[in-house]
């Protein structure tokens, strides 16, 4: 079904502008984002997501209505406790919490404001969306608001082609094309503007509809979803607004191995790389995963072969999927996804895939950018496990890490001495060439890095058949 798109002129503080453009269909290595967010439209009808200090709760009571409420994450803090709680885990509190039910009166009472959006029919083929913001306060919106309203409109969008079966309606001149009016918000004293486009796929449509905020991230700048609590695409913006909003989207970790996890006959080592430091982000620090951002519409499994490949030049998975294999196919080492998890720091929200690489060293070498990675080298699983531990008791100790703890918090408390002998007793077992500099015991982990850590420990304890 062809969609053209056309933003009409309503008021100086409305975006206007006339767009046509076509959803076409995406390379094999890619979704097509309008398909999956018809495939996740029943989730649509009470979900949640993350943007800048708000908890989104999403909501649709009617067929051609949806209704985003803005929560201040802070409202989640009341009771918590602020020596064992993170901003991670205030942030997950909060997208939990608005995932389901708030009795009004407590809703009332919590939402800063909303986006209201709604779509009428106005012809045979014809479709009208506006997307309004309510508040009790008498300022007219800002950047944020008119960056999630394009959100809306995709998920309008997906619910519009969702009741129309292709072919069931068609133009008077036999077109099966339909057209769209979108009334859509611009920051206060940026005027209206107007645009004439046509034949424009999925991801041209979603830049034009951001040109008049930003033109340069609209045209130049790579496309991620943002996605709600259950991982479901809510829409595309450009990647800069999910820096700039802390927007949860999508991407994948992976952990690199020497031999497969699900060989329960002795645990593998794995790959551990230290980032330069000339990194703009944590500089000198270490990780034990690959991991990376999916660009909109595009498969975890494919970000996770592109992400390898790209970081520590290991291309075996690539090349299985662009000769059409996939995760059953022998030769190929990248696992099917193995669990789902959600990361949130103050910097980044993200619905992690993760994956396993098994790398075969006798006849693959990994290779990295000097300008990213300074040092990495195979360590012991047992080792690394030690390592992360330590890292997250010393962001503990500064009052800086975003999370609860490890799997283990229920558990008796190592004591100090106990640490120092189980250290002791690692280090006849590994020395890393970086010893005499940075022993392995006084690694700092990314931060993100860590937080994905955890949950690959509470899944690999959930896991009988998984490095036992």
Known sequence: ???????????????????????????????????AMKESSSSLMMSSSLADEYAIRTQSNMSNELRWDFIPINH???????????????????????????????????????????????????????????????????????????????????????????????????????????????????????????????????????????????????????????????????????????????????????????????????YVHQRTSTKRVFPSLYDMFVGGVSTSGEDSTWTAAREVAEELGLKRALKVLEEGGDSTSLDNPLSDELFQCTICTSYNRCVVSMFAYTCDTSSETIEWQEEEVAWGGWVPYDVVEVAGELSIDRLKERGVWPGTGTDNEEEEKVTYDESEAKVMELKGKYNSDQEEDQPWESWDFVPDGLLVWVSWLKWVKGNADVLK
Not at 20 to 33: D, G, I, K, M
Not at 171 to 176: E, K, L, M, Q, S
Not at 226 to 247: Q, W
Request: charged share 20%; net charge negative; aromatic share 6%.
């Open 76 to 270: 989640f803090a009341e009771n918590r406790d602020s020596l064992n709680e993170g901003v991670g885990t205030l942030a997950l509190k909060a997208l939990e919490s608005c995932g389901h039910h708030i009795a009004q009166q407590e809703s009332d009472k919590m939402i800063a404001h909303s986006l209201q959006c709604e779509w009428t029919k106005s012809g045979s083929n014809v479709w009208s969306i506006k997307v309004d913001r309510t508040t009790k306060d008498t300022d007219e919106g800002n950047e944020l608001d008119c960056v999630l309203s394009r959100i809306m409109v995709q998920c309008a969008l997906s619910k519009i082609t969702t009741t129309i079966p292709d072919g069931k309606e068609e133009a008077p001149n036999g077109n099966n094309e339909i057209l769209l009016h979108v009334t859509l918000p611009l920051p206060e004293g940026r005027g209206c503007q107007q645009i004439l486009l046509s034949n424009y796929n999925y991801d041209d449509c979603v830049r034009h509809l951001f040109t008049p905020l930003n033109s340069e991230y609209a045209q130049k700048m790579e496309l991620v979803d943002m996605v709600n609590n259950n991982g479901d695409v809510l829409g595309s913006l450009p990647r800069p607004y999910v820096h700039t909003y802390n927007i949860l989207h999508r991407g994948i970790g992976m952990i690199v191995t020497n031999k497969s996890i699900f060989d329960t006959s002795s645990t593998p080592d794995v």
């Open 1 to 35: 079904m062809k969609v053209s798109l056309f933003i009409a002129a309503l008021s100086s503080s409305l975006l206007c502008a006339a767009v046509s453009a076509f959803a076409t269909s995406r390379s094999y290595r890619q979704l097509s984002p309008s398909a």
